[in-house]
């Protein structure tokens, strides 16, 4: 856990439910401005993501407002980041990195287009090279840039790195980054047109929009390049247009943290509520974390939380300084952002439907971020089209990821179960172009993706003497995703299945409240539910309608006639 105590901070004790829209947005700024500046990241930080840049997108103040984190993550991550590796041979662009890292200047990452989405390789914006510079111009409106925040309205300046074909002698030279300033203070650049999207249903808002650009003028230093001269179209383009994306791969393994904290934000409300809620009965009150429907949601997110906490950090290091491979570090990415955001996706919403009433509101939390985890799922790479890409390389032999024993654990021995199923469909139809292949084996890519992370987490949690009915409960709601492979291939039938979890969750919940408090979130969690106390203080803190009216004996006399 951070000590920054940032939590304390006045801007992280206003609650947005009772902002309007637009106040809320400009309460992201402001806390993402907040962030950057109690963390003081150097440019070679980000660069080389060094421990000092991972705590900050590890800091669980991240998962209070994913608008502030959508801000630092396009900010610090991909616009600082794909400046940073230039610097030592562009020293102009040293100015800008320094306003970007005080977030004197807000940078905005524009990469897909509208009519292109994932497929970003294929973009339409050009950058034409004139005597003087380039031209950028949006061709038509499939080619406008969607959806980064980039409108001038609350009041800081922004800067984009814009994505476009670079057109010299009317050839197209491939994919480069510009810089384009977006806005000032007041008001949008000349040629640059924001326009404002709706609200993402449910979310913390922020001002995202589509852009585009009308024969925008760029000097030559706009060019991001270590030699702004070269122009030379690349031998191999989609590799050239993969390292000028190189922080888009780094972001993948960046963009699953908050979720890991907001899991455990859930696990804890759950589980607190459900010990303080009670249903009446003919002697006594009964909490209704008595009953096993309420025992698995809370134990299952308790338990997800904490493996998953165990297994990020050493997926970090994995990635960054373990391996040399950037296929390997890459694949590793998408592993972890696919096991962490589905296994969030499953958590939170049976956990706050197991709150009622109260898990459907904004102020308690679940609610809302189970709608923003909807955005994470394409942030840095749409999930299963990383998951389908990576499975295809893995049958294909091109690269091995570390994988545990199949001895090691049942979860080991599922994900090398279908690892080695899905090679054999491969082998048998010879061609991984086909349609049979198309049919039979992509539509696996994300259950097996997933099992080969839940096999790594698991292993790891092993390793760190994680409780072991923390293990067994992971273990079961793993064995719960795909039931049938197990009844088919260990030997664990249905009614085996069953009594597994039932003897995994009395083993755990009488340590219940110790593994609550071992989340370490509790200074991070303000939904009301989480005590009595807190509720009826909250209450305290909204509007009350209060009045004199009376009741006219005529209204009462219609009011019977009606009825």
């Not at 349609?435 to 096999?455: D, K, T």
């Given at each position: 856990m951070s000590s920054n105590r940032l939590y304390e901070h006045a801007l992280f004790k206003i609650r947005n439910e009772h902002l309007s829209k637009d106040e809320s947005v400009s309460l992201a700024y402001q806390r993402a401005k907040l962030v950057v500046r109690t963390y003081r990241l150097t440019a070679a930080d980000v660069e080389h993501c060094s421990p000092k840049f991972w705590s900050m997108m590890t800091d669980p103040i991240c998962s209070l407002d994913i608008a502030m984190f959508t801000i630092l993550a396009a900010h610090v991550g991909l616009t600082i980041g794909t400046l940073s590796r230039h610097l030592k041979t562009r020293p102009d662009l040293r100015p800008l990195v320094d306003r970007l890292l005080r977030f004197d200047t807000v940078g905005i990452y524009l990469l897909t287009e509208r009519g292109h989405g994932l497929d970003a390789f294929n973009i339409e914006t050009t950058a034409t090279k004139t005597k003087d510079g380039f031209i950028l111009h949006t061709p038509r409106e499939e080619a406008t840039k969607f959806m980064p925040a980039s409108t001038p309205s609350f009041g800081i300046p922004k800067v984009a790195l814009v994505n476009a074909k670079l057109i010299v002698d009317s050839q197209d030279r491939g994919a480069r980054f510009f810089i384009v300033p977006i806005c000032n203070e007041h008001e949008m650049y000349r040629g640059v047109i924001s326009t404002r999207l709706p609200t993402r249903s449910g979310t913390n808002p922020l001002d995202f929009s589509i852009t585009q650009f009308n024969n925008v003028q760029l000097p030559p230093t706009a060019l991001v390049a270590s030699d702004i001269t070269d122009f030379a179209p690349p031998e191999r383009p989609l590799e050239a247009w993969w390292d000028e994306v190189w922080r888009i791969q780094l972001g993948t393994m960046a963009v699953p943290a908050p979720w890991i904290n907001a899991l455990k934000a859930t696990a804890f409300i759950g589980g607190r509520y459900s010990m303080h809620r009670?249903?009446?009965?003919?002697?006594?009150?009964?909490?209704?974390?008595?009953?096993?429907?309420?025992?698995?949601?809370?134990?299952?997110?308790?338990?997800?939380?904490?493996?998953?906490?165990?297994?990020?950090?050493?997926?970090?290091?994995?990635?960054?300084?373990?391996?040399?491979?950037?296929?390997?570090?890459?694949?590793?990415?998408?592993?972890?952002?696919?096991?962490?955001?589905?296994?969030?996706?499953?958590?939170?919403?049976?956990?706050?439907?197991?709150?009622?009433?109260?898990?459907?509101?904004?102020?308690?939390?679940?609610?809302?971020?189970?709608?923003?985890?909807?955005?994470?799922?394409?942030?840095?790479?749409?999930?299963?089209?990383?998951?389908?890409?990576?499975?295809?390389?893995?049958?294909?032999?091109?690269?091995?990821?570390?994988?545990?024993?199949?001895?090691?654990?049942?979860?080991?021995?599922?994900?090398?179960?279908?690892?080695?199923?899905?090679?054999?469909?491969?082998?048998?139809?010879?061609?991984?172009?086909?349609?049979?292949?198309?049919?039979?084996?992509?539509?696996?890519?994300?259950?097996?993706?997933?099992?080969?992370?839940?096999?790594?987490?698991?292993?790891?949690?092993?390793?760190?003497?994680?409780?072991?009915?923390?293990?067994?409960?992971?273990e079961c709601s793993v064995i719960r995703q795909d039931p049938a492979w197990y009844s088919e291939n260990v030997g664990l039938n249905r009614m085996a299945q069953r009594r597994r979890e039932d003897a995994a969750v009395k083993a755990a919940l009488p340590n219940l409240n110790a593994y609550l408090d071992a989340l370490r979130i509790e200074d991070y969690v303000s939904a009301p539910i989480v005590s009595d106390e807190g509720w009826k203080n909250y209450v305290i803190s909204l509007p009350r309608h209060t009045g004199n009216a009376t009741v006219e004996p005529q209204q009462i006399q219609h009011t019977q006639a009606m009825l």
């Open positions: 009670s249903i009446i009965g003919k002697v006594s009150n009964t909490p209704i974390i008595s009953f096993r429907t309420q025992q698995w949601p809370v134990l299952n997110a308790t338990a997800v939380a904490m493996v998953m906490d165990n297994w990020f950090p050493r997926s970090i290091k994995f990635a960054m300084t373990d391996t040399t491979d950037d296929r390997v570090r890459h694949a590793m990415s998408v592993i972890v952002k696919a096991t962490v955001c589905r296994h969030f996706q499953r958590c939170v919403p049976e956990m706050a439907e197991r709150c009622g009433a109260q898990g459907t509101f904004e102020h308690n939390y679940m609610a809302k971020i189970e709608n923003d985890g909807k955005g994470v799922i394409i942030a840095e790479g749409d999930i299963l089209t990383l998951c389908i890409r990576l499975f295809s390389e893995l049958l294909l032999g091109r690269y091995t990821v570390p994988m545990p024993s199949a001895s090691d654990s049942l979860l080991a021995q599922h994900a090398l179960g279908l690892l080695e199923e899905n090679t054999e469909i491969l082998r048998s139809l010879g061609d991984h172009r086909s349609e049979s292949f198309n049919s039979l084996v992509l539509p696996q890519s994300q259950a097996v993706i997933e099992a080969i992370g839940h096999a790594m987490a698991y292993a790891a949690a092993g390793e760190a003497k994680i409780p072991q009915p923390i293990l067994d409960i992971y």
